[in-house]
């Protein structure tokens, strides 16, 4: 099945109060545990925004030179965003208009070309 990646970006998001924050995850989690239990949500994370930058990197005369903070020239920061594996693009939509619905804030929907690569544990191996 094709895998999807679904994202917001920080800038999209209006200001919210703390209380408004935690009423948006409690519904989210909601949202979530539906994508776990269909079997389709292989990794989510969110809360990113311009303060969770480390640092950047850029090459320079083919070595990787760092940067602390969040210098990369760009005015959008992700924000948060989760990947699916769904059958095609409709299911894709369906999740991506559940999590723009319930958070309130726009989501943008990328297929990814292939499958991804999955980390494999010591367990998984032998």
């Not at 990646?5 to 919210?16: A, K």
């Not at 909601?30 to 989510?44: D, R, S």
Request: some cysteine.
């Amino acid at each position: 099945m094709p895998e999807y990646l679904i994202t917001f970006n920080d800038e999209w998001v209006q200001e919210h109060t703390s209380e408004q924050i935690n009423d948006k995850a409690t519904a989210v989690g909601a949202v979530i545990e539906e994508m776990q239990q269909g079997g389709v949500l292989l990794f989510t994370n969110g809360g990113l925004d311009r303060s969770t930058a480390l640092f950047s990197v850029e090459s320079q005369d083919g070595r990787p030179v760092f940067t602390d903070g969040p210098y990369v020239e760009t005015k959008e920061h992700l924000g948060g965003f989760c990947v699916v594996d769904v059958p095609d693009d409709e299911a894709a939509r369906y999740w991506a208009g559940r999590l723009a619905t319930t958070l309130d804030w726009p989501q943008e929907v990328h297929r990814f070309r292939g499958p991804g690569k999955i980390r494999r544990t010591a367990s998984q191996e032998s």
